[in-house]
């Protein structure tokens, strides 16, 4: 491919990713991550009222990636959904899980980012193939009568952008229609210095908007974990925003673009190396295909 580690370092941040071989499953990283989450949370499986998957990599059409892991891991009752929301998919599940407890009764929800858009890339763009990781992360819900928790989401979308980022080959829409079907490309197809552009823009606007609405200040946040697409992307929206380097997580370099996975992979690492403390103010933010965007501001 004509590409070079020094242009895939210096454009994106990533110097190393992690990729599915062949054999191996999605489901099955999902599973060991939402089982230590569990146990960090004292719970097992089956007192999970809930499952919310943010996934754009169901295994099949149907049944949903979110059914397939709480079989997984011997839940087997309460709900179970996936949220697609491309790279911006746990932000998404997060927010959905959040009104399911305020507003249904739901008290234990598993929530979960997992993508492997490594199996969908084409492997001699270079434009796509250099940026995406596979993996999964895993936090639980429960509820608390204190201060901690979400505190606020806000969930943006803007569905005139959707040819900036897409898959074409699952939906519905290229096995019914013939003309779709000889137009469809397997792979990844992406218009990314545009969606670069818009990324910066987005993420800053709504970590303003959902700071403001919980009546604080950015100042007040203590730790920016954000999606991790391209450090660029990353700094510009820091910068942007007036926040020092040391308030934003950045772990790219190990894991490239792992879309839905990349925020609570990046919270777990924030956490083990102890960069959140009880009562912080933690701000998750992502851009992704739809195009859809948001954030989750969370007292830890
Ligand atoms: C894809 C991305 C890394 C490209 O970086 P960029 O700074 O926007 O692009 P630049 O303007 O520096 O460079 C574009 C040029 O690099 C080339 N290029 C793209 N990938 C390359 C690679 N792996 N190696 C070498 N050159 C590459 C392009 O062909 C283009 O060349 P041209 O100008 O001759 O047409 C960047 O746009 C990006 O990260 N976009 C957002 C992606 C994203 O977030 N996707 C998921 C949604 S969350």
Avoid at 44 to 52: G, H, N, R
Avoid at 68 to 90: I, M, N, P, T, W
């Amino acid at each position: 491919m004509d590409t070079s580690d020094q242009w895939v370092r210096s454009r994106t941040g990533i110097a190393q990713r992690y990729v599915l071989r062949s054999g191996e499953s999605l489901l099955e990283i999902a599973c060991t991550a939402s089982r230590t989450a569990l146990e960090r949370a004292g719970l097992s499986p089956k007192e999970l009222d809930a499952v919310v998957v943010g996934t754009v990599s169901s295994e099949y059409g149907f049944p949903s990636f979110a059914c397939q892991l709480q079989h997984r891991l011997g839940a087997d009752s309460g709900a179970a959904f996936d949220v697609a929301a491309a790279c911006s998919g746990f932000i998404y599940a997060l927010s959905v899980a959040d009104s399911m407890m305020r507003a249904d009764g739901f008290e234990r929800v598993l929530v979960v980012g997992a993508d492997a858009l490594s199996t969908m890339v084409d492997w001699r763009d270079r434009s796509t193939a250099v940026l995406f990781g596979d993996g999964a992360g895993a936090v639980v819900l429960v509820p608390d009568s204190g201060p901690r928790g979400v505190l606020g989401s806000l969930l943006r979308s803007a569905g005139n952008h959707w040819e900036l980022l897409t898959v074409r080959s699952t939906g519905v829409r290229a096995t019914l229609d013939a003309e779709a079907r000889r137009r469809a490309d397997d792979a990844i197809q992406m218009r990314g210095p545009e969606l670069f552009r818009i990324a910066v823009r987005s993420m800053e606007e709504v970590t303003r908007e959902v700071v403001t609405r919980a009546k604080l200040n950015i100042d007040d946040v203590s730790l920016i974990v954000p999606h991790q697409a391209n450090l660029r992307i990353i700094q510009a929206v820091a910068e942007r925003l007036g926040l020092p380097r040391e308030k934003v997580f950045v772990n790219i370099e190990r894991y490239g673009n792992t879309s839905a996975a990349s925020v609570p992979i990046a919270l777990d690492e924030a956490l083990e190396q102890r960069l959140i403390k009880d009562n912080d103010l933690v701000l998750l933010n992502a851009c992704g295909g739809g195009l859809t965007w948001g954030a989750n501001l969370l007292r830890w």
